[in-house]
């Protein structure tokens, strides 16, 4: 015996309207249901998974050495820094972990500098470290910021990109993770004051201090200048861990000026043989940012301090093969998605380091070298029958010569 039901042809199964009195009734089975009410039943479904940004369990927060073999993957050396980062991250899951208990002991936060030259890593070690985080992580570059009322970025659109990275759910972004790169580009620009205002230097460092310590800061959802009129969002940073890092290049005199100072006595020959000339930041100390041209208040908010070491010749020779995101593995991958099998010879990339050390702009020197290289091969190979290339030293020499001809103007 079938079972029949009876149903209302012409109205809706939950609000009970006729159909000349919606847009769109959509039957189903057994029922029917207008587009107002689908859309409120997808409004309920969306709020009750709202926040993609749980606070993990004390027991799921990945301890320091996992978060640094994570790292390891795309990262080649840089050990020191790694391990800085690895704790940060850990310790600042478990403030998140405990927040609400009642203790007399109140776990403050431990904001990062990372001090590098260019092309050795800092983007990518933030960028890195943000694909494991169940927090909302955030990267603001420090060049566009100005003091408020000047053309450029306010301070606080650091917290809009991190409330946008959240999908605007307040909570959780008040305890995610911003990196604030290039942070040398704010420095002051000289130690004697000026007739005219520093709005892109001691202006900006001025307006992170409130950021970087912990405060309710009134932040425009999507931009404060253009956009007036838009209601603003209290956000409190106090749970917000900053990382921060700059390349302050020329930082190496000042070190190395600090450094002959204290070399001093019967004992200075011994003590300046034991320096290591080549690299200087591994002596890097707060005061030496102060004579760069960090305001001391913003280095005192800043209390981890780190370093990230030149790229030598084996550390590039890695770069290039080791990591999963390779950058000879991406041209890899771009050619098999044309059937095209590509390889290289192990001479090509001695050549490509030495190149990159010559020219001093560490990892970012390779991809350089590399697409110099690989940018004919890339526009003449998808329009031939090819199926497997290989890259020779004398065809990658032969690139670069002519690629630097043109530059030069020869």
């Known amino acids: 015996m079938s079972k029949t039901r009876t149903i209302q042809e012409d109205c809706c199964s939950f609000c009970g309207r006729p159909r000349a009195a919606v847009d769109l009734l959509i039957r189903g089975e057994t029922a029917f249901i207008c587009d107002d009410c689908a859309e409120q039943a997808y409004g309920i479904v969306q709020e009750g998974k709202k926040s993609n940004f749980i606070p993990p369990d004390r027991e799921e927060i990945k301890k320091p050495a996992e978060v640094k073999a994570f790292l390891d993957q795309y990262v080649i050396g840089q050990d020191e820094a790694k391990k800085y980062l ?9 403030r998140l972990s405990r927040k609400g208990e009642r203790d007399d002991v109140e776990i403050e936060k431990s904001n990062i500098i990372m001090v590098g030259r260019t092309g050795t890593g800092k983007t990518l070690l933030a960028r890195t470290i943000a694909k494991m985080l169940r927090v909302p992580f955030a990267i603001v570059d420090a060049t566009v910021l100005t003091e408020a ?53 001691e202006g900006v460092q001025q307006g992170l201090l409130k950021l970087l ?36 290049d020329g930082i190496e005199q000042k070190i190395a000026r600090r450094l002959n100072t204290r070399v001093v006595g019967f004992n200075a020959g011994k003590a300046a043989e034991r320096v290591d000339r080549d690299n200087l930041l591994k002596y890097i100390a707060p005061q030496d940012l102060k004579a760069f041209g960090l305001i001391p208040e913003i280095i005192g908010r800043l209390p981890v301090l780190t370093y990230l ?22 041209y890899i991958k771009l050619f098999a998605l044309d059937n095209i099998q590509l390889n290289f010879d192990e001479e090509v990339f001695e050549y490509i380091v030495d190149k990159a050390i010559e020219f001093k702009l560490g990892a970012r020197g390779l991809r350089s070298i590399c697409e110099a290289i690989m940018t004919d091969l890339m526009f003449e190979i998808p329009s031939q029958d090819c199926h497997n290339v290989t890259i020779t030293r004398d065809y990658a020499a032969k690139k670069l010569d002519k690629t630097s001809a043109l530059r030069l103007g020869a």
């Open 86 to 94: 690895a704790v940060a991250v850990y310790n600042h899951y478990k």
């Open 213 to 248: 310590e912990g405060s309710i800061v009134n932040v425009p959802p999507q931009g404060g200048r253009k956009h007036p009129e838009q209601k603003m969002i209290p956000v409190d940073t106090k749970d917000i861990l900053f990382i921060c890092g700059g390349a302050f």
């Open 149 to 201: 009322g000047y053309v450029g970025e306010d301070i606080e659109s650091i917290l809009t990109r991190l409330l946008q990275a959240a999908d605007y759910d307040l909570e959780a972004a008040e305890r995610g993770i911003v990196f604030i790169d290039e942070l040398d580009k704010i420095a002051r620009k000289g130690d004697n004051p000026s007739i005219t205002r520093d709005v892109s230097g």
């Open 309 to 330: 070491e030149p790229l030598d010749k084996k550390a590039l020779r890695a770069i290039l093969t080791e990591p999963k995101n390779a950058i000879t593995r991406q």
